[in-house]
């Protein structure tokens, strides 16, 4: 897509833009004022050469807008904290909420084709990479963000004279780096580098538009045409009801999974006593298991989904009990806050992802979105359907990206079970806080619930991030079976 | 305070302790709940030598906890991201909303003492560091947080073995470091820094419990009890009305502001034409004063206040028109949301607070306290009175332990004035969304908000961040006199 973009005749004269950059600023402004009524997020990427302008095309679109509605990113070099998560990570937690403007100058492109030039990949392949990117791409845009990206295009000559014009004026001559003329030296490798990036990422949902930026003017002008077309349409379109695309085929089943029959089925039938010494000698080794995977960097996710309950507490506190506090966290989730509502409904779990070498254990998480919001009507029927491929593609990326692990537990109880512990913790004192009206009123939702998870367990039981059903009818045989889950999934991280 | 804790009887045998410990947790839990029901944040600091427990008395202390109302915050080195903050910054972030608890496994001390122990202290002097910490907790404490700091003692021929218990075992072997047993060759030396960080700020408002940790159980006995005590007290004094300290004596007022004459004393009485080539030679030595900033990690606030419609938005894209966008930010204020309110009033803003050689920009600010929070009954009399004090601690901490600098307008504009403004935005169809039913209902108690400006602007002079009153009738003027005062400002900050 790089070729045949530049062209002389791209010129216009300073008069010419100081004219029309007026009302087309103001339209721009209006455009954003709009778009926050209509609560749709937007993301700008500005990419290109160095030196292609992106610093300068950025401060003229911003220049237009409110600074109420807006946030610029500026991605550089990854700071310690991004190195040490998931890739996408520090892109995942900059999304825009609802209504709000998202820049990028510089973007996941630039980290991407860097880390491919300097073969620090952080997936096996480049292919890796572009999938990866297309699948955050996707989901956002089916969330109903509208992502627009520019590349700015110059040629190497003129790359080369604009570094030295850089470097004869004080201010900026610093700026211009060895490591910057390294870049400018390889420019002719990147190129088809770049070129097939951009050819690969050139979707429906997420077009680029490759400027010929060898004119300033020109380029600032064709940005701001590109931004106020494709905003205005988008906003005729959703006024008009028509969305982009949101229907389609729903996943097929994968392995099905024995849930409703995996109380009868235990095969340790054991009690209390019984199962203590065993679940404390777990307990070392999951201990031994966490200071490997600590050391190895290999980030852990562990989250427990399961009826009221079923005992989800209790099987965190038993696998958590004498890991170092220092390298897990228990995330409990619980109805989202109104800016989590407003961003896409990864963003909240993403956000907590773990470090490597961390834990991170979620008490309930993104499965929700097929479970409680597809029961309660929180999301629209194509939303939890389109949810599966959305969650399985979001945690083969966890763990292609990271090289670190997801270990999923459904924690099954019967009917009758449930209510003998609702009635105990109605009783109890100490364990009243535990049960809520909330709880009275799923458990009235028994059976729509149940046709909920069974889709959820035979669809997203993926080979790279598989369910472990656990009958939990008899607590501690849960707890046993709950651990020795973990550290036998960890051993196989560890080989 | 280090000495006399120490004592060879402090020591509880296994079987004690288990037995002791169950019901002791459940009382844990139990209060946590009362706090959460109280909306009162808790902070508990785990302090100490290296290998005194600290991870195990932790674990201790979680393993009563809800995860849901709880936060461990382990601090470690500090990353880039925090590197290039203010020292107090990362802490800032992490302090807990109303009815949750956050523990720090190492904290402030650590970090300050570790950078006494390196001479790279953040402020001047070891003073200077022991009095920001203060302020810090203090401010805290006056919002009703409780605080409770822990230090964990063993001496050094304890410390010794310990490192070398773990240096037998091949899990923990690789984390005893030359780094860590240096740390062991210099306990002599750090035990009077420490003691006396311990004595220093071992305040009303948070006191310090030195506990004797060469026994785990003793330690851990100690703390459940000292948590429990203190928690128990307090939840007993709000019940019953009781505050730990709050009335206290304004500060004084300092150099007065001639504010009403500000738009009568015009010097430049100048119109847009002539201004205009002005405003354009001003932003270029701003771009120039900005790359100086940038290079040499300065940073810089710049905020406005102002009566609506004075100009604010204006003033600030006036400013940063030729700013580099990677290097400032604009930090528009609205009201704080319900994450926001249920935190101190400073953590929202000290959360945007600049990079090194980065410029943040709040359109609006901290003073909303004593000026908006302070007129329409947001927060009690006493809380304004004792913002001006807090708010001037703050920017001290801030400016002393960068070396950036604040700088603060106050747009002054006439009555009149602003009747004129509101009704052309009424009429304009591009500046309608601008005007809003709150501001005329502000406009009403015009009267009431002179008393509180006039306050502000007497009690927050200070000599080290001071107002700057500009006369904004005339909107060019206005703008001129505003660049002119950022670039003279910073000229200085650069001498």
Known sequence: MLKNVLNPKNCIDKKVFEKKIVSIQERLGAIQRALREAHIPVIIVMEGWDAAGITHSTKEVIESLDPRGFTLNTIMQPTDDERVRPFMWRFWIRTPPKGRIALFARSWYSRAISAEMQRTSWTKSLEGGIISINNFE?????DGTIIIKFFLHIDKVEQKHRFEEREKNPLSAWLVTPALWNLHNAYDLSFPVIDHFIEETNTAFAPWHVIDATDQNFAVLEIYATLIKTLEKTLNDRANGKTIRHNEPLLPKKHPLKRKTANRTQDISCV???????????????????ALLYKRKIPLIILYEGWDAAGKGGNITRISRHMNPRGYDVIPVIAPDATEQSHHYFWRF?????????????????YGRVLVERVEGYCTECEWKRAYREINDMEADFIYSTGGGILKFWLEISKEEQLKRFNQRKSDPLKQHK???DDWRNREKWDQYEVAIDEMLARTNTKIAPWTVIGSDDKWTARVKSIEAVTSYCKKLLE
Chains 1, 2 share one sequence.
């Not at 996707?138 to 089916?142: F, N």
């Not at 679940?279 to 031994?288: A, C, G, I, P, Y």
């Not at 993403?350 to 993104?366: E, L, T, V």
């Open 435 to 437: 049960i809520t009206e």
């Open 272 to 290: 209390k006593k019984e199962c203590i010494p065993i679940v404390d000698h777990l307990q070392e080794e999951m201990l031994r298991t966490q």
């Open 138 to 142: 996707q989901q956002l845009a089916d």
């Open 350 to 366: 993403i956000n907590y992802f773990p470090k490597a070498g961390h834990i991170a254990i979620f008490d309930r998480s993104w």
